[in-house]
């Protein structure tokens, strides 16, 4: 199976930035799109940033003038540059796999890195 893995998290004071990693591995055949989604305690996972095997890129519009997503196609890693960030950042990140391992698309989501903003 595919596994995802994220790193990067942390404790950071407004304004400040920080930079997620996400690294693929197992069993992957085609990979439609790869992107990251957040939590906020009491609040419903939202979509952050995704990037699609033929490089379309969207963002959420509360990101978008300040986080990055890229991704390294040979090493299966995605990454999410975060900067300006806001209290309103703080939540649980997951890194997202969309794949296509038979016929029919599956989401593969990582454990979650703990995003803070805070002073």
């Known amino acids: 199976q595919v596994q995802l893995l994220e790193s990067g998290g942390g404790l950071v004071q407004p304004g400040g930035s920080l930079r997620l990693s996400c690294v693929a591995s197992?069993?992957?055949?085609?990979?439609?799109?790869m992107g990251w989604y957040r939590q906020a305690p009491g609040k419903q996972r939202e979509l952050v940033a995704r990037?699609?095997?033929?490089?379309?890129?969207n963002y959420a519009d509360s990101v978008k003038d300040r986080f990055t997503i890229s991704r390294d196609n040979a090493k299966n890693t995605v990454y999410l540059q975060m900067n300006s960030l806001k209290p309103e950042d703080t939540a649980v990140y997951y890194c997202?796999?969309?794949?296509?391992?038979?016929?029919?698309?599956?989401?593969?989501w990582g454990q979650g890195t703990q995003v803070t903003v805070s002073s």
């Open positions: 997202n796999l969309n794949g296509q391992p038979i016929g029919r698309a599956v989401n593969y």
């Open positions: 990037i699609s095997s033929g490089g379309s890129i």
């Open positions: 197992g069993n992957i055949f085609r990979i439609n799109a």
